[in-house]
């Protein structure tokens, strides 16, 4: 089945630039999704973008896909506090397929 | 909208015991997802259903676990009997479709401990 792996952990200062990365083995996805969960809540769609695409920016937030690579990409821009929460990696085949989830921690 | 709604919030019981976890999708929505999230497994689709019938159900782990949809406003999850390890955070989600681009909605979730 579909394999989706992302790092557990990534913590960056206030201000800085946070990039959380997935890879995934399953190449058939035509949508691919980035959901955050904060503490004691569900799951919510930050953005998607779709197969075809290499980038999609959305203010702060910019999606890199490299399908040669099977490697997605989140970038946030200008980190916040309230940046912190757990971020999925999701792929859509017949069904959603999660990553294992990375837990990002701010920093003042 | 209220959102994908979740009772309870919270349940504590003891092995052996029946558990019924309740589910209200986004009224309009299609689609609906039950997942159950732990540590160790990470986040793990259960059941999900479409226009109320059950389309996928080969994440359910064994038969203790049941899920119904009698009507498109309601789902229930059934864990009979429960044990230890079905301790965990369990989802229901909804979406207007199954896939395409559809986003999931997801409620906040039933925090379920079994003694």
């Known amino acids: 089945g579909e394999d989706v792996e992302q790092s557990l952990f990534l913590s960056v200062r206030e201000g800085d630039s946070s990039v959380i990365n997935c890879t995934y083995t399953?190449?058939?996805?035509?949508?691919l999704y980035w959901y955050k969960q904060e503490p004691g809540a569900g799951l919510q769609l930050l953005t998607y973008?779709?197969?075809?695409?290499d980038m999609k920016q959305d203010q702060r937030l910019t999606v890199l896909l490299n399908k040669k690579d099977k490697h997605l990409s989140l970038r946030i821009a200008d980190t916040q506090t309230g940046d912190s929460a757990i971020y999925f990696c999701?792929?859509?085949?017949?069904?959603?397929?999660f990553g294992t989830g990375t837990r990002l921690q701010v920093f003042p | 909208d209220a959102g994908v709604i979740q009772s309870p919030r919270h349940e504590v019981t003891e092995m052996g015991q029946e558990v019924t976890l309740r589910c209200k999708p986004i009224?309009?929505?299609?689609?609906l997802f039950w997942y159950r999230q732990t540590m160790m497994r990470g986040l793990e689709l259960l059941i999900y259903?479409?226009?109320?019938?059950?389309?996928?159900d080969s994440g359910m782990p064994e038969d203790r676990f049941s899920a119904k949809m009698p009507n498109a406003s309601f789902s229930t999850l059934k864990i009979q009997p429960s044990e230890p390890r079905d301790s965990a955070v369990y989802f229901c989600?909804?979406?207007?479709?199954?896939?395409?681009?559809?986003?999931?909605?997801f409620g906040p979730g039933t925090r379920l401990t079994v003694l």
């Open positions: 973008i779709f197969s075809n695409m």
């Open positions: 989600a909804s979406s207007l479709s199954p896939g395409g681009g559809d986003t999931q909605y």
């Open positions: 259903f479409n226009n109320n019938v059950p389309i996928d």
């Open positions: 399953d190449s058939s996805s035509t949508y």
């Open positions: 009224s309009g929505h299609n689609s």
């Open positions: 999701a792929l859509e085949t017949d069904k959603l397929i």
